[in-house]
Nanobody
Framework: QVQLVESGGGLVQAGGSLRLSCAVSGRIFSGYAMGWFRQAPGKEREFVAAIKSRGGNTYYADSVKGRFTISRDNAKNTVYLQMNSLKPEDAAVYYC?????????????????WGQGTQVTVSS
């Protein structure tokens, strides 16, 4: 059973920073591609960032490029999302996701396992 547990969400002022963490248990973490998605009220869930297992290639949505950084620590079975220069439009529930055999990691349909989400609120 693979479990993903996000943490690090909260309330921050616009321009501030947060670091989200996602701890993964159940299988060999280093073999997973990991992604972060978010869903704001009344909107569909959208891709934020992803990092592959081999080589650690990273991918970002245009809306967060240059402000957010995804990284992973395979020794700690954890993936991170460092969010800087936060904007009110970044407010959402953020989900991490994992997949072993992956296709297009920018699409949520590619992922097999999901966390419960963590709330990020950005005040203007």
């Amino acid at each position: 059973q693979v479990q993903l547990v996000e943490s690090g969400g909260g309330l921050v002022q616009a321009g501030g920073s947060l670091r989200l963490s996602c701890a993964v248990s159940g299988r060999i973490f280093s073999g997973y591609a990991m992604g972060w998605f978010r869903q704001a009220p009344g909107k569909e869930r959208e891709f934020v960032a992803a990092i592959k297992s081999r080589g650690g290639n990273t991918y970002y949505a245009d809306s967060v490029k240059g402000r957010f950084t995804i990284s992973r620590d395979n020794a700690k079975n954890t993936v991170y999302l460092q969010m800087n220069s936060l904007k009110p439009e970044d407010a959402a529930v953020y989900y991490c996701a994992a997949v072993v055999v992956y296709g297009n990691v920018l699409h949520e349909a590619a992922y097999d396992y999901w966390g419960q989400g963590t709330q990020v609120t950005v005040s203007s």
